[in-house]
């Protein structure tokens, strides 16, 4: 009698198993239902996913259907300077004749690909940091700390100029400064996640059956702690094209002839307010990618927040 209970007890159990194996997929699907829908019900979202999307096709294509693709490589036209919009030039000529859309639309894989570097390079640094930090404590969480403390006494762009300016004027050269000025939000940010996930029940069991201290981190601790950090990256992708297009403007970013949208800028300043395209069409470029990563970051962070509910 005894054995027979203890085999139904084995059954049941492992049928109960095999239902939740079953039904995993089901629940991980329903919950991706319920992102999209919380997602599709923010609409400012849905033009910010609409806006970036739009972007990131023009920087991968754009440059194929430049008008006048030389225009982004030194070409001069004097008979065609600081000529207005029109079918021949949709954005006008700048004042060397230079077509402004096709400057615009190479530039763009320029300054959104920057960006993505920017922010893979920053986050790479702080999440590694953070996660060291957070996790060893002690020490080693003091040190992290107080060389964090270190970077954030000065504004980022200060700093950001300040490394452009020694390393140099180029593109490369901004790229380093930014990315290492920017990486003491992400240390923070995850050292904060990191100290509340070592806590939970499933770290301490990993610890328990003496899981190695770099697959706790890896495979527990990580994944659990992306989320933030996922969607902090994504509103700073905007951020970090202010930023490039500041440093160009003053003449740190990407030189000429590289078309960068900063430096476009500064340079048609000088023909104000008559030749008003000069610097109209790349501020226009600036302020939808700042515009529209801050909102799809608003409406990715709205979908993987605990507290919203449908």
Known sequence: MTTRRAWNARAASGAVAVQEVL??????????KRRWRRFKQNRLSLIGAVIIIFLVLVAIVGPFFAPYPEDARGAV????????????????????????????????????????????????????????????????????QRLTDVFLTVPPLILAMAVSAA????????VWAISLVWWPGYCRLTRAEVLHKKQEVFVEAARAIGAP???IILRHVL???????????????????????????????????????????????????ESW???????????LSVFGFNILGDG?????????RD
């Not at 990715?300 to 919203?308: H, K, N, T």
Request: proline content about 8%.
């Open 213 to 215: 201290i770099h697959r």
């Open 167 to 174: 390393l140099g004027p180029s593109l490369i050269n901004v």
């Open 23 to 32: 039904t995993a997929p089901t629940v991980r699907s329903t919950l991706w």
């Open 77 to 144: 036209h004097i008979a065609d300077r600081l000529r207005p919009p029109s079918r021949e030039h949709l954005m006008g000529t700048d004042e060397v004749g230079r077509d402004i859309l096709s400057r615009l639309l190479i530039g763009s894989r320029l300054s959104l690909g920057a960006a993505l570097v920017i922010l893979t390079m920053a986050t790479t640094i702080g999440l590694t940091l953070g996660m060291i930090s957070g996790f060893f404590g002690g020490r080693v969480d003091t040190l992290v």
């Open 223 to 273: 994944p659990n702690i992306l989320t933030p950090v996922v969607v902090k990256a994504t509103m700073d992708v905007g951020f970090a094209v202010l930023t490039l297009a500041s440093l160009g403007f003053i003449g740190l970013g990407a030189q000429p002839p590289d078309p960068d949208w900063g430096r476009m800028i500064a340079d048609g300043r000088r023909y104000l307010p």
């Open 277 to 287: 395209w000069l610097t109209l069409f790349p501020g226009m470029a600036i302020f």
């Open 300 to 308: 990715i962070r709205d979908v993987f927040d605990p507290r919203s």
